[in-house]
């Protein structure tokens, strides 16, 4: 069975603050990774690739341990905006995805 | 990326009766995808879409419950057939667009009542 496990949190985190949240997936076989955000009562929208390497954009750094089958997202200087639903994606033979983790950026 | 336009936005429709979803892409995709969002729960993928064939469902999805249809490239339909309070849902039609990842339309909330 493919899964996507994720912390549903809530994190509630002061602004400026940094915070990471991690998921693990269950299908080895699985070959492109995402995150995904979603704000309430919409569709969700691509925060980022993740790539074995790890890569960045901006205050978002996104990591992949392939032997531990677990992709992390670290929100650097957290703004007000960043409040959203986070979205875990494996990738194998079609998108398997996370619950998601709640996350609140408080003024 | 694509850009998809998905309606109705959202729906109240009577237990019994069926609703169609639309979804328009502005560029050409060889396969489109339907997924289901539940409250509280994660995405979970109806059917992928390709033109020219028949859908294919995913376990615990049906064509009965769920038909699709194709007529292009550019466009999608999914209906939910003979409905019940449990089909109260979000759905989402959704494309992969090269490294641009994956997008969805902004989605459509039935509610059965």
């Known amino acids: 069975r493919k899964e996507v496990e994720q912390d549903p949190g809530p994190f509630n985190v002061p602004e400026g603050a940094t915070v990471a949240f991690n998921c693990t997936y269950s299908?080895?076989?699985?070959?492109?990774f995402f995150w995904y955000r979603q704000d309430c009562r919409k569709e969700p929208k691509l925060l980022m690739s993740v790539y074995s390497s790890g890569n960045e954009d901006g205050r978002f750094t996104a990591q992949l341990n392939r032997a531990s089958q677990y992709i992390s997202l670290l929100i650097r200087d957290s703004k007000l905006s960043d409040s959203a639903t986070y979205l875990c994606?494996?990738?194998?033979?079609?998108?398997?995805f996370g619950k998601g983790t709640h996350l609140i950026i408080q003024p | 990326s694509a850009v998809i336009s998905q309606k109705p936005s959202r729906d109240i429709c009577q237990r019994g009766t069926s609703l169609t979803i639309q979804c328009q892409v502005d560029?050409?995709?060889?396969?489109m995808f339907w997924y289901r969002q539940q409250p509280g729960q994660s995405l979970t993928l109806i059917a992928t879409a390709n033109q020219g064939s028949e859908a294919t469902y995913e376990s615990g999805f049906v064509i009965d419950k769920f038909p699709i249809s194709r007529p292009n490239l550019t466009f999608s339909t999914l209906t939910v057939s003979n409905m019940s309070p449990e089909d109260s849902s979000i759905y989402l039609c959704?494309?992969?667009?090269?490294?641009?990842?994956?997008?969805f339309g902004s989605g459509t909330r039935l509610t059965v009542v």
């Open positions: 959704s494309v992969e667009k090269g490294s641009y990842g994956y997008t």
């Open positions: 560029s050409q995709v060889t396969m």
């Open positions: 994606v494996a990738g194998a033979d079609g998108l398997t």
């Open positions: 299908n080895s076989a699985s070959q492109s």
